[in-house]
Structures are given as structure tokens and as C-alpha cells.
């Protein structure tokens, strides 16, 4: 089953992105001190005594408000409670208890799920101050006081929420089956393409409800393997669509890319590349899933015969950051090239759990480093000593240097490449992690 999500909420300005980052430990969010920075929901995986699931930093809400922005930044809240497991309600001990905490308070309260009330800005360490007394009239049960600054609190913090968060088990392994998330903004065709899988198979296994809510993982078995499909948007009738939660799709994107070995972007072949395409395929490629793009609705396009030519162009420049990726052209209305999506997905996968002999690896290396020589720097040149590699499902590969300032990204490229050249890997991303060799090889 997926991460449970614990959704970081409150009014703006109260600190909710500066205890984000705290409790994940990396500034992801952005923190200044003017209200409604953070406009779109940023999620983080986190963990606490054994406890792992998704942590989601909101927009500040502004109940009442009209403007658009803020608006927009209140449905992106709403969206991230409707999804959320345990709500931390984040309020600031400086300002007391306002108008607007107390119209959150009863949102969540409305919500039904469990609120933990955290009490922010409390920096001094001993007493607590007088009015953080009164944040006990938001009902919301004992409040935490918590120094996202400092950390203050911040276990006691994360102790009541993962009191409050479900039971959370890795998924049992089946190493015969590939786990397909179908990612993409919406109305790129998600849904058509599995209801066309679900509905034209024969060999269809079973159809698996649960495992995220409104999601629907499809299983099918043919001629190419058996996959488990899973739909970020859900196989739902159009009537029960709620259109305010398919127009945000980050989060399912997120939670269906944790849980599957391929993922296949689609693109809408009429709109073309947006924005969103690229925040959707970028969370893939960070998570070193193996990936295919595809173009959907090709059926709707007026082409010639150089018109597939150039936009797969286009989309090689769009896509650049992920330049391993394949494309394919499909319609899942006419069910155009669905069968070599299926060849694609074994491919990538086979790809994505490669496994390459140290030795073979280093005739590589030693052949590129003799063709291009490594990086110097004030009369000191990088030396390699090996690669290994370490893990799949991505290929990561650990580089054995003397300096490893002296590894410049343009070279690490350059390696990338000539394994790439050599090996393939196709549709996969490579990890490599550089290590120094030792304090005495450093001097050489």
C-alpha cells in the first residue's frame, strides 16, 4: 500500500514551510517571511521511529477570501486534506488565536479526519508563554508548542502524528509482475488508455481497489508479461468526477510513482508540452523509475509523413533532462500501438535491472578515460581507480577517485554516456556516486 500522507496545514504566515523543512530535513520549501509564498502543495517523504509516509506542505488558507491567488492556494489546502491521513493544523503563538484559525479549526473539524494542533514561534525554552494557553479553545484537544527554528518540540510533534497515522506495510513482492504507473495532467488520457486495457484484454486477472483511494489497479496478463496498472486518476464514470480534484495531480502522481517499477507519462498529442508535463515527469526521473513517453491522441492529429519527425524533436528538446526516455505515438481511443506500449514497459524494465559486471565496467572505463582524459585542476588531474556497480532498478555506479572536486559534472556526463553507449539503458536513469579512496590517495 502506498505512504500515508500527513498534510501540513494553517493561515499563511504562520510557519508551516519553515517546520516542513525541519521535520524532512532539507530546505525543499520555500521560507520568507511574507504571507503566501507557498502556493502549490510540496510533498516530501519523511519518517519517524520506524514510521514512514508522505509529508505535504500547503498554501496558507484565507477562508474568506476573494482573491484569486488565494483562492486557488485554499483549494490546493482543501485538496491536500481531502487526501491526507493526519492533519498537523499549524497556528502562531505570537498572534494568538485569530478569526481566521478559528474557521480552519472548524474546516478540519468538518473534514473528519484527525488533527493534531501544533503551536508555533515558541523559541524560548523553559515556561511556556500565557497565550499559548488559549489555543485550547480551537477544540482541536492539546496543543504542541513546536520552534520550527529552532526544533523545539518538533518530536513531541512528530510523536502524536504517527500515534494517529494507519497501519503501513511495504507491498508483498511479485517478481513476475511490473507495476505500471500511468502519470500525466489531466485529460491527457489516463483513464482512456486503461479503460481500453481493462476493456479489450482477455486475460484480464483482477481488478484491485483500495490500495490508494480512488485509484483502481488494473492487473493484466498477455503475451508480453503480466503488469499492474496503476491509474492516477481512477476508472471512475464522468458523473463522479469531482473536477476540483482532478485539476491538481501532483499528489497521485506521487504516490502511484513510489509504488511502480515503469512509469508511462502521457502527453496530449493536441496540447502539446506544458509545465505540468515536466513537474509530472520530473517526480519519475527523481525517483529513478524507469519511464516511457507517451504521446496520446495521435489519432486527433493532422500529419504528414514528417509530422511524427518533429514533434518527436520537440519533445526530445522538451525532455531533455530525461533524455533516456523512448517515445511512442498512441491512441487509446482506436487502440493505436497499445501492444508496443506493452514491449516498451518489459523493455525498460529489463533495462531499469540491469546488472553489469564489475570487470567488463572497468574496461569501459579504462577505454573512455583513454579516449577523453579526466579533468586537472592547478596541475592535479582526477584519477579513477574502479567502478562498481552497487544497486538497481535505477543502475547506480560507485566512481573510486582520488579528489572528488576534481569530478566535474561535464565528465560525469561524459561516463554516463559511454555506458550508455556501451550497455544501453535505455529508458532508464543512472545514478553515480562518486567516493574518495582514502586521506592518503588524496595526495596523489
Not at 516530501?44 to 474568506?64: K, R
Not at 491509474?231 to 491538481?248: P, Q
Not at 486527433?300 to 522538451?318: G, I
Not at 529508458?427 to 579512496?437: K, Q
Request: glycine share 6%; proline share 4%.
Amino acid at each position: 500500500m502506498a505512504r500515508p500522507v500527513v498534510a501540513v496545514v494553517g493561515r499563511p504566515n504562520v510557519g508551516k514551510s519553515t517546520l516542513f523543512n525541519k521535520l524532512i530535513g532539507q530546505r525543499l520549501s520555500i521560507v520568507e517571511d511574507t504571507p503566501g509564498v507557498t502556493r502549490d502543495r510540496i510533498f516530501a517523504p519523511c519518517e519517524w521511529n520506524g514510521h514512514a509516509f508522505m509529508l505535504a506542505d500547503t498554501g496558507g488558507i484565507e477562508p474568506h477570501s476573494d482573491d484569486v491567488i488565494l483562492s486557488q492556494m485554499r483549494r490546493q489546502a482543501q485538496l491536500a486534506i481531502e487526501q491526507a491521513d493526519v492533519i498537523v493544523l499549524v497556528t502562531d503563538v505570537k498572534s494568538g488565536v485569530t478569526a481566521n484559525d478559528q474557521d480552519v479549526a472548524v474546516m478540519l473539524q468538518k473534514s473528519g479526519k484527525p488533527v493534531v494542533l501544533c503551536v508555533n514561534k515558541c523559541d524560548t525554552v523553559g515556561e511556556l508563554p500565557p497565550d499559548y494557553y488559549e489555543f485550547y479553545n480551537l477544540g482541536l484537544g492539546d496543543p504542541i508548542p513546536v520552534s520550527s527554528v529552532h526544533g523545539h518540540g518538533t518530536g513531541d510533534l512528530l510523536d502524536a502524528v504517527t500515534a494517529l497515522l494507519p497501519e503501513y506495510a511495504d507491498e508483498a513482492e511479485d517478481d513476475d509482475v511490473i507495476k505500471v504507473a500511468i502519470i500525466g495532467r489531466p485529460n491527457a488520457g489516463k483513464s482512456s488508455l486503461i479503460n481500453r486495457i481493462a476493456g479489450f484484454e482477455r486475460s484480464i486477472v483482477s481488478d484491485i481497489a483500495g490500495t490508494t483511494r480512488d485509484a483502481i489497479d488494473t492487473e493484466i496478463q498477455n503475451a508480453y508479461g503480466r503488469f499492474l496498472f496503476i491509474d492516477t486518476a481512477g476508472l471512475r464514470r464522468k458523473s463522479k468526477v469531482n473536477d476540483a480534484v482532478e485539476k491538481y495531480s501532483v499528489l497521485r502522481a506521487q504516490m502511484a510513482v513510489e509504488r511502480a517499477d515503469v512509469c508511462v507519462i502521457m502527453i496530449d498529442a493536441i496540447e502539446g508540452f506544458t509545465e505540468q508535463d515536466s513537474k509530472v515527469a520530473g517526480i519519475a526521473h527523481e525517483q529513478g523509475k524507469a519511464c516511457i513517453i507517451a504521446v496520446n491522441k495521435w489519432d486527433a492529429v493532422e500529419k504528414d509523413d514528417k509530422t511524427m519527425a518533429k514533434m518527436r524533436k520537440q519533445l526530445e528538446n522538451d525532455f531533455s533532462f530525461m533524455p533516456y526516455a523512448p517515445f511512442v505515438f498512441i491512441s487509446a481511443k482506436t487502440g493505436q500501438r497499445v501492444d508496443r506500449l506493452y514491449e516498451l514497459i518489459q523493455y525498460v524494465h529489463e533495462q531499469n535491472m540491469t546488472r553489469i559486471a564489475t570487470g567488463t565496467l572497468n574496461d569501459v572505463l579504462a577505454q573512455a578515460t583513454a579516449r577523453v582524459q579526466p579533468p586537472t585542476d592547478k596541475g592535479r588531474r582526477l584519477r579513477i581507480y574502479y567502478m562498481t556497480q552497487v544497486s538497481v532498478g535505477p543502475p547506480t555506479f560507485v566512481c573510486f577517485v582520488n579528489r572528488a572536486d576534481l569530478f566535474h559534472f561535464s565528465y560525469q556526463r561524459y561516463l554516463e554516456n559511454q555506458i550508455r553507449e556501451t550497455f544501453g539503458l535505455e529508458g532508464t536513469p543512472i545514478r553515480l556516486i562518486v567516493r574518495e579512496r582514502g586521506e592518503n590517495n588524496k595526495a596523489k
